[in-house]
């Protein structure tokens, strides 16, 4: 029997305002700023620690910026958006309970 595989490709093409800057790929961590967005559910927060442990122990991630959402069910603000844009080089959005 011949099984399917699908893929999806989780980045988008950009929308509205093409003039702004894109960054690069990341093609290593080393010396990289890594954000997260914690999405206020319960447990987020032990997982992001350790989590921004080890990709500072066994990846040379120089920094890493946590924000916390107000709400698991509202979008992230969208100044902490532009923030964290600027001042990291790829941002994770995570989930916990």
Not at 64 to 87: C, W, Y
Request: with cysteine.
């Amino acid at each position: 029997m011949v099984q399917t595989l699908t893929l999806f490709d989780p980045t988008a093409p950009r929308r509205g305002d093409t003039s702004s800057v894109v960054k690069p790929v990341l093609r290593t961590l080393t010396g990289a700023t890594v954000g997260f967005i914690d999405n206020a559910k319960p447990n987020f927060h032990h997982l992001v620690d350790d989590l921004a442990e080890l990709l500072q122990s066994r990846y040379g991630v120089a920094h890493v910026v946590k924000r916390r959402k107000s709400s698991a069910s509202l979008p992230a603000d969208p100044a902490v958006i532009e923030a964290l844009s600027k001042e990291c080089d790829v941002v994770i959005a995570g989930s916990g309970d």
